[in-house]
C-alpha cells in the first residue's frame, strides 16, 4: 500500500508539470516549453545516439514565441556515451539529476557561457554530471577562487569536477553545500575562511585532499566534518568542546560508536550524521542543538533512549526511522514539526509524548511503530499527515483534538488493534480512507449527525457523544488541579438545563464548556421529572478540563442555567497547576542565583548539588557540590533547584 501512494502521489505531481508543458523537438533537441513563463527545459535525450559536441542555447523560437532555456532536466542526456562536449548557457538555473551521468569513463568538456558567480548560482541535484572539466570563457578551472559575494556554494556545485586541483573560498561565504566538491578526485589544497557558518555532508569526500587525510576524527575549523576510516569497536567517542556542528554522514556507518559525548556548543546535527551506527545505545543531545537533521540517526537499531532537549524545534524526515530499539521518547515543546517519517519502523517504541507546540505530524511519522499503545494528539496539531500511524497495530485508541482539519490518507490504516477512537472536533475533519478499522468514535454530542451523515467518518459502526461522567455523592463544586489537568465535580441541580464552565488566566485565553445535564458537552432536552430525580439523588459531573500550563494560576467559573438562560446557580474561584516535577515553588526570588544572558549564575557559601529544569521537568543541566557555578542555557523560563530550595528563574 505503501508504495502505491507514492507512486500515486508521484504520478499526480507528474501530470500536474506536463499540463501546461509543450514537449518539441528544435534543432535535434527535445524541450518542455512552459507557454505561461515562456520558459524551456532540455528534455529527455536518455541513451540517444548524440553528436559528440552539443551547444544549448539561451533561447528557441517556436511558433513565433521566444522561451528562455532556463533548466535541463533530470537524465537528459544520462548514457548519452557519444557526448564528449556540451555547452551551458547563463539562462540556465538549474541542472537536474544525473542529467549529464554518460556512465563512460571519458571526460567531459563543460563550456559555460556565464562566470563563476553565475555557476554558484545554478541549483545542482543529485551528481548532474559524471566525471567533467569546466571551462569558463574557454579557459579551464582549475585553481578554482570563488568570486567575493556568493555566499551559498549549492549542493553538488562542483561534484565530479576532476580538472579542479586547488580551491579558496572568500569571506562573503556561509555555506558550503552537500557534496559540493565530492569526487573533485585532482582537488589537493582546500582554503576556508572563517566566515563559513555550514558545511554540507560529504562535502569533500573522495578528493585529493580528504583522502591523503590519517584515519580518524576529521575538523574542518569548528565542524566535525567525518570520522574517516573504521571505527574500532566499543568506541565511546568526545567531540571536542567549541565544535558547531556535527556534518551530515559525520559518523554514518561506524557500527563500533556505542557512546558519544556531544558538546553543549553544537547547534546542528547534519543530515545522516549517525546513520547506522548499530551499536549506539544511548546519546543525549545538548540543549544548545536546533535542529536534528534528516536521517540524523536513521536505523540505529541498538538506541534504546534518547534526550531531545527543549532547543531543538524541529525533528527532520527520518530522524529516527528504523530505530527498533527505541522504547520511548518525548518530545519537547520546543518542536513545531515532527518531519515525514521521523519514526517510522520504530517497533520498540511503545510511548511518545507530543507536546502542544507541534503543529503537524508528517507522513510516515510513525509508520510500522507496532509497540505503540495509544497516543494522544495535543490540541496545536492541525493535520496529521499521511499514513502518519500507519501500521500502528498495538495501538487500540487515540484521541483527536478539536483543532485538527485534516487527517491524511491512510493515517491510521492497518492498525488492527484500534478500537477506539476520540475525535473532538466539532466539524468532521477531512479525511480519506484514514481508518481501515471503524469501530467506535466518540465525537462532541451536537455533531454526531454531522458525523454520520460524512461519506467516511460515518462508516464507523458505533458513534457515542463526549462529556462529563455522572458521578454519586457531589454536595458542591470541587477543583482538584494537577501539572496540565484539573478535575471538576459539581452537583446536579433541579432547576437547570445545562452547565457552563470557564477556564481561563486573562480574558483573551478562556477555554469555554457546555454540558447537558446527561453531560453530554451540548446543551440538551431532559424531562424535569428527570432533572429533579438526579438532583435528588445528589448526583454531579465529573470533568477534566486538559492542556493546562503546569504552575500556572488559573480562574474558573461554573454556571447552572435554564432554558431561558437564567443563570440558577454561579460558583467561581481560583486553582493552581502544580509544577511538573511536583516541588512547591518559592514565589520569592532564590537567594544566590542569578539570571544574566544565557546563563543561571549561582553564588554560595555552602556547597550543594543545583538542577535545571524545563517546565515540562525535563532536566537541563545540573552541578553536583558546587559553592558557585554558572550554568549556560538558552533563554527562556527555568525551574532551579539550589539544595533544598526549588524557584523559577527567567533568563534572557
Known amino acids: ?73 533530470s537524465s537528459a542526456f544520462q548514457f548519452c556515451a557519444n557526448l564528449k562536449s ?157 565544535t558547531l556542528q556535527i556534518c551530515g554522514g559525520a559518523f554514518s556507518g561506524c557500527s563500533g560508536l556505542t557512546s558519544v559525548t556531544i558538546p553543549n556548543s553544537v547547534t546542528l546535527i547534519g543530515v545522516g550524521a549517525f546513520e547506522r551506527c548499530t551499536g549506539l545505545t544511548s546519546v543525549t543531545i545538548p540543549n544548545s542543538v536546533t535542529l536534528i537533521g534528516v536521517g540524523a540517526f536513521e536505523r540505529c537499531t541498538g538506541l534504546t533512549s534518547v534526550t531531545i532537549p527543549n532547543s531543538v524545534t524541529s525533528i527532520g524526515n527520518s530522524a529516527f526511522s528504523y530505530c527498533s530499539g527505541l522504547t520511548s521518547v518525548t518530545i519537547p515543546n520546543s518542536v513545531a514539526s515532527i518531519g515525514s517519517s521521523a519514526f517510522s519502523y520504530c517497533s520498540g517504541l511503545t510511548s511518545v509524548t507530543i507536546p502542544n507546540s507541534v503543529t503537524s505530524i508528517g507522513n510516515i511519522a510513525f509508520f510500522g511503530c507496532s509497540g505503540l499503545a495509544s497516543i494522544t494528539i495535543p490540541n496545536s496539531v492541525t493535520s496529521i499527515g499521511g499514513q502518519a500511524f500507519s501500521g500502528c497495530s498495538g495501538l487500540t485508541s487515540v484521541t483527536i483534538p478539536n483543532s485538527v482539519t485534516l487527517i491524511g490518507v491512510g493515517a491510521f490504516e492497518r492498525c488492527t488493534g484500534l ?10 475533519p477531512a479525511i480519506y480512507s484514514s481508518f481501515s478499522r471503524q469501530d467506535t468514535l466518540r465525537v462532541p454530542y451536537k455533531s454526531i449527525k454531522a458525523y454520520r451523515a460524512d461519506a467516511s467518518w460515518g462508516n464507523f459502526k458505533v458513534i457515542q457523544g463526549i462529556g462529563a461522567t455522572l458521578i454519586d455523592n457531589v454536595e458542591e463544586v470541587t477543583v482538584k488541579a494537577d501539572t ?37 458537552m451540548i446543551t440538551a432536552k431532559m424531562s424535569w421529572t428527570e432533572i429533579e430525580e438526579m438532583a435528588a439523588q445528589h448526583l454531579g459531573y465529573a470533568y477534566t478540563v486538559t492542556g493546562l500550563t503546569p504552575e500556572t494560576r488559573y480562574y474558573y467559573r461554573l454556571e447552572s442555567k435554564d432554558d431561558s438562560g437564567r443563570v440558577w446557580d454561579s460558583k467561581s474561584g481560583t486553582f493552581t497547576t502544580k509544577s511538573s516535577m511536583g516541588l512547591t515553588i518559592k514565589t520569592a526570588p532564590l537567594v544566590g542565583v542569578f539570571a544574566r544572558a544565557g546563563k543561571i549564575v549561582v553564588e554560595g557559601y555552602a556547597q550543594c548539588d543545583v538542577s535545571v529544569y524545563d517546565l515540562t521537568g525535563r532536566l537541563v543541566t545540573q552541578r553536583t557540590n558546587v559553592t558557585n557555578c554558572t550554568l549556560e542555557v538558552p533563554k527562556g523560563t527555568y525551574i532551579v533547584r539550589k539544595g533544598k530550595e526549588v524557584g523559577k528563574v527567567m533568563v534572557p
Not at 507528474?14 to 524551456?40: F, K, M, P, W
Not at 591523503?212 to 566534518?225: A, E, H
Not at 452537583?491 to 488566566?505: I, S
Open 1 to 73: 500500500m505503501k508504495t502505491k501512494i507514492f507512486t500515486f502521489f508521484a504520478a499526480l505531481a507528474l501530470s500536474a508539470g506536463q499540463l501546461c508543458a509543450l514537449q518539441v523537438r528544435i534543432d535535434g533537441i527535445n524541450y518542455n516549453l512552459n507557454e505561461t513563463d515562456l520558459t524551456a527545459e532540455v528534455g529527455n535525450h536518455q541513451g540517444s545516439s548524440l553528436k559528440d559536441t552539443l551547444i544549448i542555447p539561451a533561447s528557441v523560437e517556436y511558433e513565433s514565441k521566444t522561451y528562455s532555456v532556463t533548466s535541463i532536466g
Open 419 to 428: 478500537t477506539f477512537v476520540t475525535c473532538y472536533a466539532e466539524t468532521p
Open 86 to 242: 556540451v555547452t551551458i548557457p547563463a539562462s540556465v538555473t538549474s541542472i537536474g539529476n544525473q542529467a549529464f551521468y554518460l556512465g563512460t569513463t571519458d571526460t567531459l568538456r563543460v563550456d559555460y557561457t556565464g562566470d563563476l558567480t553565475d555557476w554558484c548560482g545554478i541549483m545542482f541535484s543529485y551528481w548532474s554530471f559524471g566525471d567533467y572539466h569546466l571551462y569558463i570563457n574557454n579557459e579551464k578551472v582549475t585553481d578554482l577562487v570563488i568570486p567575493e559575494g556568493v555566499q551559498n556554494i549549492r549542493n553538488y556545485a562542483f561534484s565530479y569536477c576532476s580538472g579542479l586541483t586547488s580551491v579558496t573560498i572568500p569571506n562573503s561565504v556561509t555555506r558550503i553545500g552537500s557534496s559540493a566538491f565530492e569526487r573533485c578526485t585532482g582537488l589537493t589544497s582546500v582554503t576556508i575562511p572563517d566566515s563559513v557558518t555550514n558545511i554540507g555532508g560529504r562535502a569533500f569526500h573522495n578528493t585529493a585532499w580528504y583522502n591523503n587525510l590519517p584515519d580518524g576524527p576529521v575538523y574542518i575549523k569548528k565542524f566535525f566534518y567525518a570520522y574517516k576510516g573504521t571505527m574500532p569497536a566499543n568506541t565511546s567517542f568526545t567531540i571536542d568542546a567549541g
Open 484 to 520: 496540565t489537568t484539573a478535575l471538576f465535580c459539581w452537583p446536579a441541580l433541579a432547576t437547570v438545563t445545562h452547565y457552563v464552565l470557564e477556564v481561563y488566566t486573562d480574558s483573551s485565553n478562556m477555554r469555554s464548556f457546555t454540558f447537558g445535564v446527561s453531560g453530554e
